[in-house]
């Protein structure tokens, strides 16, 4: 963006009314103008959201529905599986096909690796999102990781299987943060939620998908191959399919959108301009992005994903192993894992709305919080053997309360962040940050604790109840923090009533209120 402030002498040369008409002439003769460029520039015209046509408004946002949240949903569902279907082949037999040691956890071992690329590469892969574009940078990952998956039908003992999982982890580390970062270049504040819901129910549906998928691919036999083998070659062949395909589909932002009229890019841009970024397209500048850790919130917020991380990864690794307990058969163990996730993905939406309708973030988030740790008490705290209802109750609360806060503590602080470079950094750290609690839970989930698994749910439900408690005094804090800044400038504002445009600097705006 072009310093506002800045002037030449030939711009001081041109009467403003000729400006204006040089300006409508050159946006004329071009079939689709950079909104960027015509909007807000010269200051001739100031925006406010009530000066955009909500009919028109309506249509654009329909058609980013449309386009956007199918293509996106379908990209993560695929990263789910990629991701998480070792703990299905694992019902199948893996780890005695690999030949994997059960006494030196050599199993929690290669789910451990995945997490330390994940977590040291995904903030570069995230700036280089920024910089590309993540209608690029998401296609390519989503090629890798799986080439990696199809990959794992040649590993044949514990170490082909650990360097396939590494590389998994560096080709999937920035792909959720980016898609959030995505997400917050085509909608405003108050559309995020549900959207990112829609997105991120893809995880518990590919979850389900998953269970469903093992429960018939586990019924080949007499094959090439052994049958847990089979599921990677699926699942690994559709991923890298639809990677060309997304790669082709995704526009690269709001305002350059192909599939929109002139007008209806002018009005995407403004909408992003005024409710979700300070400076639109703003260029790549990782010194400036750095200084988001400057912020105290910042580390608030990172402690947060850290307590929501253990729960999140112990029900996405551990849910088939959890739901054994009950009894069942290997086959049915995989079929019961379906409800759980599609009743997470449900009460994931519902809360999701009901977030974007109040423009409330943290309470739910904190009601996620306790979900989880309600249902690991109870799964911990019972006799399963004779408790089956209740103890399978027990594991919808545990997926209840693992989607929804990591959904609505992203939009939290993406709500409270106008700057893109430091929207896009924080992401990118703090996403990981939850994942790389999958180190804790891939190790505390030991086999010598089986069936009751007691230290790993104790462990699993103090995260819980420590994510409950900080998000809570975080929550107090954003409150009392608008009432002061109301105070000092002797008026209260709502955080929408304040065009993203004006925050750049953040909290050391005086304008800037805290998106609760």
């Known amino acids: 963006m072009a310093d506002k402030d800045a002037t030449t002498d030939q711009d001081m040369a041109i009467p403003v009314n000729e400006k204006m008409d040089i300006e409508r002439d050159s946006s004329a003769s071009n079939k689709r103008p950079e909104p960027s460029l015509s909007i807000g520039e010269d200051g001739i015209q100031p925006l406010t959201l009530a000066s955009i046509d909500p009919k028109l408004e309506r249509s654009v946002v329909w058609k980013f529905d449309l386009r956007l949240l199918p293509v996106l949903a379908v990209m993560y569902l695929f990263n789910s599986l990629d991701k998480s279907n070792l703990g299905n082949a694992k019902t199948a037999g893996l780890e005695k096909s690999l030949g994997l040691d059960i006494e030196k956890n050599q199993y929690s071992t290669i789910l451990s690796v ?11 892969l995230g700036l280089a999102g920024k910089k590309y574009g993540p209608n690029r940078v998401l296609p390519i990952m989503m090629f890798c990781f799986g080439t990696c998956t199809l990959l794992v039908v040649a590993a044949h003992n514990f170490a082909g299987i650990m360097t396939l999982r590494w590389f998994l982890g560096m080709s999937e580390s920035a792909f959720f943060p980016l898609v959030i970062y995505y997400q917050t270049m085509f909608y405003r504040r108050g559309e995020l939620a549900r959207r990112l819901a829609i997105f991120y129910a893809a995880q518990s549906i590919a979850s389900a998908f998953g269970g469903l998928l093992s429960f018939g691919v586990f019924q080949i036999r007499g094959g090439a191959l052994e049958p847990w083998r089979y599921l990677f070659v699926i699942e690994g062949s559709c991923t890298i399919l639809f990677s060309f395909f997304s790669f082709w589909y995704l526009p690269k932002s709001a305002g350059e959108a192909k599939f929109l009229s002139e007008q209806e890019q002018r009005v995407a841009f403004q909408r992003i301009q005024l409710d979700s970024s ?3 397209n703003e260029k790549l500048d990782i010194r400036e992005s750095l200084t988001i850790f ?13 307590c929501l991380g253990v729960p999140l990864q112990s029900v996405n690794l551990f849910l088939p192993q959890i739901i054994t307990r009950l009894g069942y058969s290997t086959v049915k163990t995989n079929l019961y894992t379906v409800a759980p996730n599609v009743s997470g993905a449900v009460v994931l939406l519902i809360l999701s709305f009901l977030s974007d309708y109040t423009r ?7 009601m996620g919080f306790l979900f989880t740790f309600i249902g690991m008490v109870i799964f911990a705290g019972i006799d399963v053997e004779h408790q089956l209802q209740v103890a399978y109750f027990a594991s919808f609360m545990m997926t209840w309360g693992t989607s929804a806060p990591s959904v609505l503590l992203d939009v939290l602080y993406n709500n409270n962040i106008a700057n893109e470079n430091k929207r896009v950094l924080l992401t990118s750290v703090a996403v990981p940050a939850a994942n790389m609690m999958g180190v804790v839970s891939s190790n505390i989930f030991r086999n010598e604790d089986r069936p009751k698994y007691i230290p790993a749910l104790a462990t699993t439900a103090a995260f819980g109840g ?41 909290p050391a705006s005086p304008d800037f209120r805290w998106c609760l």
């Not at 995945?114 to 570069?124: I, S």
């Open 294 to 306: 400057r912020q105290p919130t910042s580390w608030m917020i990172l402690a947060i994903q850290i």
């Open 114 to 124: 995945f997490f330390v690329p994940y977590v040291l590469t995904a903030p570069f």
């Open 466 to 506: 420590t994510g409950l408690v900080l998000t809570i005094l975080f929550g107090a804090f954003m409150i009392l923090d608008n009432k002061k800044r109301d105070k000092r400038q002797g008026v209260k504002v709502k955080p929408t009533e304040i065009p993203t445009e004006k925050l750049q600097d953040g």
């Open 278 to 280: 300070s400076i639109v």
């Open 360 to 366: 409330l973030r943290f309470p739910f988030v904190a």
